[in-house]
Structures are given as structure tokens and as C-alpha cells.
């Protein structure tokens, strides 16, 4: 597979798929927990805030389960840390 360190699908864990998606083939488990989940709303992902607790809800969020993404995420990141580097 072409770029395969971006890409990594574990079919045994007990959560596969922890997302219901079209594309199981391609469903990527290198990102298991959503490194812009700390972002809360400026993450960019599809998500919600459960109206009970205030947590937020990725449910509805493939962004780090798309191998195509991997890219936006890295970059993201890479943001954030310019940022912190300058406070």
C-alpha cells in the first residue's frame, strides 16, 4: 500500500469499527483516539456536544479513521505547536 505508515487496520480489536462507515476496507485505526480531540470545537471534525454532560461526542467523526486525512491531521498538529511555541 502506497504511504502504508498512514494506514494501519486492526479488524481484532474488540471496537472494530468504532464507527459505523461505508468503507470498512479502508476504515484506518493508526489514529485510535483523535489526537484534535483537545481542540474541542476548532478540531474540525464532525462532532457534537452531548446536551446532558457537556462531552464531546465524535461518534458521528471519521476524520481520523480516513487514511486520506492523515495529512490534514499532521498538519493541524503541526499548527497548534507553532502556536505553543510562541505563547
Request: proline share 5%; net charge positive.
Amino acid at each position: 500500500m502506497e504511504n502504508s505508515h498512514k494506514f494501519f487496520k486492526n479488524i481484532k480489536c474488540k471496537y472494530f469499527p468504532c464507527h459505523e462507515i461505508s468503507d470498512n476496507d479502508n476504515f484506518n485505526c493508526l489514529l485510535c483516539y483523535c489526537p484534535l480531540y483537545f481542540l474541542g470545537d476548532k478540531c474540525g471534525g464532525n462532532f457534537k456536544y452531548d446536551d446532558a454532560n457537556n462531552v464531546k461526542n465524535c461518534i458521528d467523526c471519521h476524520l481520523p479513521h480516513t487514511p486520506k486525512y492523515y495529512d490534514v491531521i499532521v498538519l493541524k498538529l503541526k499548527e497548534v505547536r507553532k502556536k505553543g511555541d510562541s505563547l
